[in-house]
């Protein structure tokens, strides 16, 4: 039994057609407006999750996390490997034996020898040495009382391979000093705490001048540093700990400050004068800074100043009032600058920064991955919002991949070309407000974007220190935050060579024991710095 067919299959007139359409055009509208206010409360939403969040870390002394994940630009545009996608061999270990053990058969008599079948056994021994010096006292003639002095490089209560088990498990292995503790009187060794601590924090001058040494040798042979800091805590007080590195070396230091004054004294290293020379000059010239200031800085006779004292008596010499704290900040800044150049550091170094404002000296770079980021944090408010967005992502990771195929092979005559693709891509207008704002404001970082052009041995990001900063982080996550001074160097220094030695191809644990006079038999490592430069 068939039922009468429905309303809507019977044919309308013209009149309510358009009352149909129109009702329906209405109901459209109005869903349009529920779905932009329910984009809003959702974005409210994200922001007001993001602040709990941010709150939260706040109270356990952690940064706030980023409000958005990595976009994934770097690894999308990586060109796809030529030929047969057959994974390559891993190749024969190469083990150093220590020790050969012959094992006998049992053969009938009349049997032929045929050589051996040989099986390498690895094992790990870990046993407690604690070795008791009886040291012979005599007394002569004259009273006089001799005791025989103690074996070289045997000095405090503990070895150095003990030391240096401590010093790769906590720096490399992350382990804490509790668990450091509890796992070597596990082995045998009878150690408190505190002396574990002391262990890890103390006489540690010749790895800190090391450390130093390797810094200035980067900054002297490499041709772009890639830098990076994060949030760190010192004496119970926020901190921030900075990376410098390149493609053969790594240092991290901390201090209570991010300020580019504090940068450019990181640079500095170990000196503490301040240069005015033509470097410091054009500094200036290129800051807020009054004509007639520059000119009396420029007409005295004295230009190097042994330390910061030295330096703010000149500046009264000179009239300049001192105590105009953004004029002093600006004379500290181009006199340390003046000093970087008057030790030969930083000639043509392009310093790679993910745009944080204390980074932007010498010939700076932008790191496209986070030029590209700032693209997740818009909120469209519409669908022809978020197609916009989604065009211009797609044009920009077009672009990107371009000049990374080109960094492979540069060839002349393509930088005018990438200009003009950069000029059409930041330059067009969308009408969404946010995305056209955003697009002027990198197209006004045109030149540190397209520095791979001039320079294209620098990287097109700033992903190495990030990797660098990581193992940072995780110590923090881990350790939490120093105390002493001597624990603040210490981590430094550490984790600076530990990432070093990566770098250079060297086994941290063979490193230590080299200068720890561990390894007699083997060849000496030379320093670190010296590798730098010879592979620069």
């Not at 130093?212 to 004496?235: F, M, N, Q």
């Not at 693209?375 to 989604?390: C, D, H, I, N, T």
Request: proline share 6%; glycine share 8%; net charge positive.
């Amino acid at each position: 039994m068939t039922g009468s067919p429905p309303d809507f299959a019977k044919p309308l007139s013209s009149t309510a057609l358009r009352r149909l359409v129109t009702d329906l055009a209405g109901k459209i509208d109005r869903l349009e407006q529920e779905v932009e206010q329910l984009r809003r409360d959702n974005g409210n939403l994200r922001l007001d999750n993001q602040a709990l969040k941010d709150e939260i870390a706040r109270l356990k002394n952690l940064p706030p996390r980023p409000p958005f994940k990595s976009s994934g630009m770097d690894k999308a545009t990586q060109p796809k490997p030529s030929g047969p996608g057959r994974r390559p061999g891993r190749g024969s270990k190469r083990d150093r034996v220590t020790r050969e053990v012959t094992i006998r058969a049992e053969v009938p008599p009349g049997s032929r020898f045929k050589g051996y079948k040989t099986v390498v056994r690895r094992d790990l021994v870990l046993a407690a040495e604690v070795v008791r010096y009886k040291r012979e006292r005599w007394v002569t003639p004259d009273s006089q009382t001799i005791i025989a002095p103690m074996p070289a490089g045997v000095a405090g209560g503990h070895g150095p391979g003990g030391r240096r088990f401590c010093l790769a498990l906590h720096t490399q292995g992350q382990v804490t000093t509790e668990r450091l503790t509890d796992l070597l009187n596990g082995i045998g060794l009878s150690i408190s705490k505190r002396e574990v601590v002391r262990l890890l924090t103390t006489d540690l001058e010749t790895f800190a001048q090391e450390d130093h040494a390797v810094l200035e040798a980067g900054l002297v042979s490499s041709p772009y540093i890639t830098v990076d800091d994060t949030g760190a805590r010192h004496a119970r007080r926020p901190a921030v700990t900075t990376q410098i590195g390149g493609e053969r070396f790594c240092a991290f230091r901390t201090g209570r400050s991010k300020s580019r004054l504090n940068f450019l004294s990181l640079l500095r290293g170990d000196c503490e004068d301040y240069v005015v020379n033509e470097a410091a000059l054009d500094y200036l010239r290129r800051q807020p800074v009054e004509a007639a200031v520059i000119a009396r800085l420029a007409a005295h006779p004295d230009q190097v100043f042994s330390s910061q004292m030295a330096w703010w008596q000149h500046l009264l010499r000179c009239s300049i009032n001192i105590f105009d704290r953004t004029l002093l900040q600006a004379l500290n800044e181009a006199a340390t600058w003046g000093a970087i150049r008057h030790h030969g550091l930083m000639a043509n170094t392009v310093v790679v920064s993910d745009d944080a404002g204390q980074f932007r000296v010498a010939q700076h770079a932008l790191c496209w991955i986070h030029a590209e980021r700032h693209l997740q944090k818009l909120m469209p408010a519409s669908p022809k919002q978020a197609k916009a967005v989604e065009l211009v992502r797609e044009t920009i990771w077009c672009f990107y991949r371009g000049l990374k195929l080109w960094k492979q092979s540069p060839t002349p005559g393509a930088e005018a070309l990438f200009r003009r693709q950069f000029n059409r891509i930041f330059g067009q207008r969308t009408g969404y407000k946010e995305l056209d704002e955003l697009l002027a404001r990198l197209s006004r970082r045109k030149n540190e974007l397209l520095r791979v052009l001039e320079r294209p041995e620098i990287p097109l990001h700033t992903n190495v220190s990030e990797n660098d900063l990581r193992a940072w982080v995780t110590k923090r996550k881990i350790s939490g935050g120093t105390m002493s001074v001597d624990g603040r160097v210490a981590r430094d220094v550490m984790l600076g060579l530990s990432k070093t030695c990566r770098k250079l191809g060297l086994s941290f644990f063979t490193y230590l024991g080299d200068r720890l006079g561990l390894n007699p038999d083997q060849p000496k490592i030379p320093p670190l710095a010296d590798l730098i430069i010879r592979t620069a």
